[in-house]
């Protein structure tokens, strides 16, 4: 059970994430390195999973 903290802790998680998401799509446009690209892209997917499994957290706890 998640307290009402909890909750703001990781909705605020659950912001900052979505934010270093959207810069790293923005940013990864314009690298040149494939091996750099790659290692963004990687770490975008890596956000977006675990974006993904902290907001199902909040919404079973809802």
């Known amino acids: 059970m ?3 903290k909890d909750v703001l802790y990781i ?5 900052q994430t979505l934010a270093l998401n959207k810069r790293i799509g ?3 446009t314009m690298l040149e390195n ?3 690209k790659t290692c963004f ?7 977006c999973k675990q ?9 079973r706890e809802a």
Not at 11 to 15: G, P, Q, V
Not at 41 to 47: A, G, I, T, W
Not at 51 to 59: I, M, V
Request: without cysteine; charged residues 35%.
């Open 26 to 28: 923005n940013d990864v």
């Open 34 to 36: 494939k091996e750099v």
């Open 2 to 4: 998640l307290t009402p």
């Open 51 to 59: 974006y993904d499994t902290l907001l199902k957290l909040l919404e």
């Open 41 to 47: 892209k990687n770490v975008n997917k890596e956000l």
């Open 11 to 15: 909705s605020d998680i659950l912001d």
